[in-house]
């Protein structure tokens, strides 16, 4: 998975500075680094009931939906607050700097679905832990989270250790 590696940009004092940014938009370009790394991922729960998928926005779509695809399910969006037109649920979580809320639809997962959550980073584990926070409250079970990447210095894996992770790309 060296070559996955070499596919990700670093782009320095990106959102702000200090922040070092992993920019997966070369790897994306990449048709075998794209078919490659949904592959891993898929072959993660080849052996594992995935009901649904879930993907948190805006870059987890984009791994989430082609997750979804190559094994067979649908896929469900978790997003910003005022995105999405219908019945939502809402979690608001603490970030290092303030508070964010996500938002899914009530009717996006069903009581008892098996659900693989996926995004494209794992860092301080945040953003993942409210939104499997939200499918649970739905009534989902959370059989995996998936990541392109893990920031594994951010100790994200801490907060979401209840959970069976994966993350194909470790830095």
């Given at each position: 998975m060296?070559y996955?590696?070499?596919?990700?940009?670093d782009?320095?004092d990106f959102?702000?500075?200090?922040?070092?940014f992993?920019?997966?938009?070369?790897?994306?370009?990449?048709?075998?680094?794209?078919k490659d790394?949904?592959?891993?991922?898929?072959?993660?729960v080849?052996n594992?009931?995935?009901?649904?998928?879930v993907?948190a926005?805006a870059?987890?779509?984009?791994?989430?939906?082609?997750?979804?695809?190559?094994?067979?399910?649908?896929f469900?969006p978790?997003r910003?607050?005022?995105?999405?037109p219908?019945?939502k649920?809402s979690m608001?979580y603490?970030l290092?700097?303030?508070?964010d809320?996500?938002?899914?639809?009530?009717?996006?997962?069903?009581?008892?679905?098996?659900v693989?959550?996926?995004?494209?980073?794992?860092?301080t584990?945040?953003?993942?832990?409210a939104c499997?926070?939200?499918?649970?409250?739905?009534?989902?079970?959370?059989v995996?989270?998936a990541?392109l990447?893990e920031?594994?210095f951010?100790?994200g894996?801490d907060?979401?250790s209840?959970y069976?992770?994966?993350?194909?790309?470790?830095?």
């Open positions: 060296e996955l590696k070499k596919l990700i940009r782009v320095p959102p702000k500075v200090g922040v070092l992993k920019d997966i938009t070369p790897l994306l370009q990449d048709a075998k680094g794209l790394s949904i592959a891993c991922i898929a072959s993660y080849e594992k009931k995935i009901d649904i998928v993907g926005e870059r987890g779509f984009i791994l989430a939906t082609t997750v979804a695809f190559s094994i067979g399910t649908g469900v978790i910003k607050p005022g995105k999405l219908y019945e649920a608001t603490n290092e700097y303030g508070t809320t996500l938002e899914i639809h009530k009717d996006g997962i069903k009581k008892g679905q098996q693989l959550m996926v995004d494209d980073l794992l860092a584990g945040g953003t993942m832990n499997c926070k939200l499918v649970e409250s739905l009534g989902g079970n959370i995996g989270c990541f990447i920031l594994g951010l100790n894996r907060i979401l209840k069976d992770l994966f993350s194909l790309i470790k830095y």
